[in-house]
């Protein structure tokens, strides 16, 4: 038998539909400006003849892609080691978001959001603030408002594209946002990044690392149309 006969009989490998909408830990990545910066320094590395590779980081719980728990700003709330597992693992909502400066309950009528539901916002953000290191300060932010919205809502989750759900401009918000939601259990995933998808229904797969009694935890995000 040919070696071509033979090989026309291997499976067909269909591309992977997942999509990986997480942002790349590295070293200075962008961070909250009055946070302390990301640094990844490999301390051992094969190509110059150690005999393993390895990295240390130093970092916060909310770097990059990450989960907020409750306990981040919620006296006694659950820590990221308690988040149940199907909380970001499931069917998922892309809601494309049109208003350039933040999410407001107005927008959102229009998407009949239902209870349970796993809502991943895709703002102006996406294509923008990923562009660069520097920290942008005038992202699309989620309004009190809508976060109030999202919790009669009854929402399971949501995430957002930029590594806070508040206006950085607005510190009040930052606080208002945050309890709204995770006084009610719902849990957060911040820093996705959304360029290049649409709008529309998904399956979502996202867990953190199981960091005990974490305030956060960093994590890994994929989809795949539903």
Known sequence: MSKDSGSSRRPHVQKSQWID??????????????????VVKRIKDVDRGD???MSEMTL?????????????????????????????????RVIGIKDTTSIK?????????????????????????????????????????AAHFLVEKNVRMIGFDYISIGCYRLESNVKETHEALLSRGIWIIEGLNLS?????KYELICLPIKLERGDAGMARAIIRPA
Do not use: C
Not at 21 to 38: E, F, K, Q
Not at 61 to 86: E, Q, R, V
């Open 21 to 38: 909408i997480s942002i790349p830990l590295r070293n200075n990545m962008v961070h909250w400006p009055t946070d302390d910066p990301t």
């Open 51 to 53: 005999p393993v590779t």
């Open 60 to 92: 916060i719980s909310h770097t990059g892609t990450h989960i907020d728990a409750p306990l981040h700003f919620i006296y006694g709330g659950n820590s990221i080691d308690k988040m149940p597992l199907d909380t970001a693992i499931g069917r998922a």
């Open 105 to 145: 309950p107005t927008e959102l009528a229009h998407y009949d959001i239902q209870r349970g539901e796993r809502i991943l916002f895709k703002t102006r953000n996406s294509p923008r603030v990923y562009q660069t290191d520097k920290f942008i300060d005038d992202y699309v932010y989620l309004s009190t408002e």
């Open 196 to 200: 290049g998808v649409k709008a529309g």
